[in-house]
Structures are given as C-alpha cells and as structure tokens.
C-alpha cells in the first residue's frame, strides 16, 4: 500500500535557524512525485517544492531544499533562515504515478513554529 | 497568484439532508479534485474530474456522494444523505494538465453534520 509518514507532530525553532522536516513514504511505484506544501493559519495550502524520484540531484526552490534519499524512502524538507512567517503546518505528499500528479498521497503533517 | 475559491467556508447540516460545496478552480484549469480532512488527520483524496466525467475515485468517495461542473460552472460535490462521519473539512483543488504541473488548492470548507 502506498503511504506517507511524518512522525514529527509538532517543532519549535528560533527565527533565522535552520529547520528540517522529515517524511518517509512507501510505494511500489518505480516512478512518483513527492511534494511538500504548507497549510497557513488562515488555510491556504501553497505548493513549496517537488522532487522527481528519478533525479538524484536534490530540488532546492528559495529557502527550501530537500534531502532525498531513495534508498531510506526519505524525503526531507529544510528550511534555511526562517522567518517568522514559516509558522505553519508542513505537509509531505506524493503522487504515486506519473500520470496522475493530482492524486496526492499526504502525510499527517508537520506544525512549525518559529519565535523570535 | 491562480486561486481556488471554496464557499461557504463553514457549513453546518442536519444528518440526512443534502449538501453541495462549491468550488470556483482556477479559470484556465481542466483538472478537478476533491479531498477530505477530519480534524488532526491528512488530507485524504476523495475524487478527480476531467471533461464531464470521474476519472478516479478513492473508496472514501461514498455512493452519496456525487460531483459535477454544470456548463464551466462551479466545481460541486453533493452528499446525499449526509451522515456524522462525512463532518470534515473539505478542499477544492485545481490543475491545468494531468502531470507535470502544480496543483493549487482553495482554502476548504467545514463541513459539520448534526
């Protein structure tokens, strides 16, 4: 069964640090999509960055980059220099085929707090 | 940037009786989906549209539940009876193609059954 796991319930870090999120997923897919969003306060869920799982190069989009380890099934988000504005509910997701990327796979999510 | 305009954001409804949450996707967008979250759990993935028709649906997506997008209109998901197990929050999502592409998602709408 394809499934994706994020054990961290909740992290609480101080502004301007660096920050990583894991997420581990199965799947017997040779090919998939693993994405990261994030829920705000006011319930908007924005796309943050994807990896394919045929690149070995790791995705890096602004302040976020992941760490993708295929062989663990891991795929970890890190947020460098976070803001205050970070402060959010991180979710993990894949996309189990590559011919339906709409058709997500979330994990239970992640709550990040950032204090100044 | 493209949004996803759920409405209402809060809807509560007497057990039995009918439901439709609407969705206004992205205007460009040819892709529909539907996902359900209970309270402290994920998003679960409920049901994809293209061009009139289902195209998956999960085994959380109900016989009483049904979908539709009459004429380009909004993207609706009706629940027919509705029971207390169907109370969630329920989001809209919208792409422009099938792969390769963002998916963009509304902001859900709460759904309590009474």
């Known amino acids: 069964a394809q499934k994706v796991t994020q054990t961290q319930t909740s992290i609480s870090v101080v502004e301007k640090t660096t920050v990583t999120m894991d997420c581990v997923y199965e799947t017997r897919d040779s090919s998939y999509f693993l994405f990261w969003y994030k829920q705000t306060a006011s319930g908007e869920i924005v796309f943050l960055i994807r990896?394919?799982?045929?690149?070995?190069e790791n995705a890096t989009v602004g302040h976020y980059s992941l760490n993708f380890q295929k062989p663990k099934s891991s795929i970890g988000l890190i947020i460098t220099a976070t803001q205050i504005e970070d402060s959010a509910v991180y979710f993990c997701?894949?996309?189990?085929?590559?011919?339906?990327?709409?058709?997500?796979?979330f994990g239970q999510g992640t709550k990040l707090s950032i204090k100044p | 940037g493209p949004k996803v305009l759920q409405i209402p954001s809060h809807q509560i409804i007497d057990m039995g009786q009918m439901v439709t949450l609407n969705c206004d996707p992205v205007s460009n967008h040819l892709y529909f989906y539907w996902y359900k979250q209970i309270l402290g759990q994920q998003m679960e993935f409920l049901v994809n549209f293209y061009n009139g028709k289902v195209m998956e649906k999960s085994k959380l997506f109900k016989d009483q539940f049904s979908v539709e997008r009459p004429d380009g209109s909004y993207f609706t998901l009706k629940i027919q009876p509705t029971a207390l197990e169907d109370s969630a929050v329920y989001f809209c999502?919208?792409?422009?193609?099938?792969?390769?592409?963002?998916?963009?998602f509304g902001k859900g709408t709460r759904l309590t059954v009474v």
């Open positions: 999502a919208s792409s422009l193609v099938r792969v390769n592409t963002e998916v963009f």
């Open positions: 990896q394919d799982s045929y690149k070995k």
């Open positions: 997701a894949m996309s189990p085929t590559n011919y339906n990327q709409g058709k997500l796979i």
